[in-house]
């Protein structure tokens, strides 16, 4: 029994202006570490854990990932209390390309 890593990710193929929403499975007591998105600067994230936010009380801006790798590092990692997270995307304006986000964690056997 040791750390394993883990990724899981999201993908909203055909996003629309407003509330895009999509779920994905995680192991019990996963730790998120990094994240990738590939969303609008315009929009707003939020990863949904148990029905609270991984950010706090505030959901990030899209603009948080126009780097050219699209990744943020956790200052610690977020050990998630729900095998289920849901991804809101809210978008002003309707997406041109597909919204896709990917956890970088790792979990306990």
């Known amino acids: 029994m040791g750390i394993k890593p883990y990724v899981a990710s ?3 193929a055909s996003p629309v ?3 895009n929403r999509q779920t994905v499975t995680v192991p019990k007591n ?3 570490a990094e ?3 590939n969303v609008p600067s315009t929009a707003t994230l939020d990863i949904l854990d148990a029905g609270n936010s991984m950010f706090g009380s505030r959901p990030l801006g899209g603009g948080v990932f126009a780097t050219s790798n699209r990744r ?3 200052y610690e990692p977020y050990e998630c209390k729900n095998t289920a997270l849901e991804l809101i995307c809210e978008c002003p304006e309707a997406p041109t390309s597909p919204i896709a986000v ?3 964690g790792m979990w306990q056997e």
């Open 72 to 74: 943020i590092r956790l």
């Open 35 to 37: 994240i990738i998105a």
């Open 102 to 104: 990917v956890l970088i």
């Open 10 to 12: 999201f993908q909203i």
């Open 17 to 19: 202006q407003g509330t």
């Open 30 to 32: 996963f730790l998120v």
